[in-house]
């Protein structure tokens, strides 16, 4: 293969020829997308890890952690997470209007990508959810999680209840809300 040109001089070239085009960094990118093609050139992809799932051991301890607790919000939190698979920021922003008892459905409003979605959840979580939803209900909440303050969770606070729980449970590592999600598509998988 012949010496290759360094890459500054090389751009130092092609911005002599490019400058006339007044161009943006739009234009740039749609330019080197199709020089890519003319030189069949590959991007290579980013290597893909396999999530680290909990073990069933794990989630054993984990919701012993919780049930022990006795804190029946964060409960009905870790059981959403768990049984729907919705992402945090979903579950921050689900309001009791969106849960629907008939169907055993939720409706997650400007999701992931802004798009709307419907999730099931198992009839055996219905009443769970039912007598949470009344509580709430009665406090004149408008989301099916807020705080003390009448203020829906953070992502940040979801992400704390969970740490608490795996420290409770004497993990070697936090579990985090998307590892549940994993963790419920694993299992569905069984």
């Avoid at 009448?150 to 704390?160: D, E, N, Q, V, W």
Wanted: positive net charge.
């Amino acid at each position: 293969m012949d010496e290759r040109t360094p890459a500054s001089k090389k751009a130092k070239e092609l911005a002599k020829y490019l400058r006339r085009e007044r161009p943006d960094y739009n234009y740039l990118k749609s330019v080197f997308r199709h020089l890519r093609l003319l030189l069949e050139i590959e991007v290579p992809l980013g290597e893909k890890k396999l999530p680290d799932v909990p073990t069933e051991e794990e989630i054993r301890r984990y919701y012993q952690a919780v049930w022990q607790a006795r804190n029946p919000q964060d409960m009905v939190i870790i059981k959403t997470l768990l049984y729907t698979g919705v992402r945090v920021s979903e579950l921050v922003n689900i309001k009791l209007e969106d849960v629907d008892f008939q169907s055993c459905q939720i409706r997650i409003n400007a999701g992931k990508g802004g798009k709307d979605k419907i999730v099931p959840f198992p009839v055996s979580f219905k009443e769970v959810l039912a007598m949470h939803t009344n509580t709430m209900g009665q406090k004149k909440a408008t989301y099916l999680f807020e705080s003390t303050w009448k203020r829906k969770y953070t992502t940040r606070g979801i992400h704390k209840i969970l740490a608490k729980y795996a420290e409770a449970a004497e993990l070697s590592k936090p579990i985090s809300p998307h590892q549940l999600r994993h963790f419920l598509l694993t299992w569905l998988k069984k």
